[in-house]
């Protein structure tokens, strides 16, 4: 397959369906000839995962905003270096479930830290490095909660209250609204069918203008 490689990510609240449509994107990547390399944050490597752990487990319940902050570059910063970078300098697609847009949806709109602070960060760690893709997968708080709260043991963050996603969710739209050109926004309240056709249309699209 010829073409240059992509970054995709895929974003959205908890109970939004993204393990869904993760899988959905792989195998329409797959299909067009460009097996993804699957990834996640924060995670994605070992050190990454050991991160991921502390992140969301409840052994830190009172960990401060900062060092969560941190936590979530240093965490990026691995991953990038070590795994998401080589992976496209060798010509591989790279398909990550959350990126930064997560850290300035969770830790600036749902814990109030500055988003000026976030983007010196992510500015120090991925020297304007961003996906050529994301897809937000959106759905009221409510329903997100409601649906995540059927699933196992609830983590770190998926303790917090509504308005703290409510705020979560507005960050995102935001960011989709002042990044057209990268976010495509899928309505993850409708059927997995329906949600299914949306994420099959945006993906067609971008491989058509991609290539
Ligand atoms: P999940 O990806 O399995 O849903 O869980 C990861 C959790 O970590 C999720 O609640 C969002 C949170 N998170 C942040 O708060 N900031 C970040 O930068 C990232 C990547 C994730």
Redesign the pocket.
Known sequence: MTGKSAFITLEGI?GAG?STCMALVARLLEQAGRPPLQT???GGTPLGEALREL??GHRHEGMADDT?LLL?FAA?AEHLQNRILPALEAGRWVLC????D??YA??GG?RGIDLGRIEVLEQWVQRGFRPHLTLLLDLPAEVGLERAGRRSAP?R??KETLDFFRRVRETYLDLARKQPERFRVIDAALSLEEVGTQVSRVIRDFLEAWS
């Open positions: 908890e993204k996640r944050e924060p992140l969301l969560e979530m990026r479930d959350r990126f930064t997560a850290t969770y830790q749902g983590d963050f998926e």
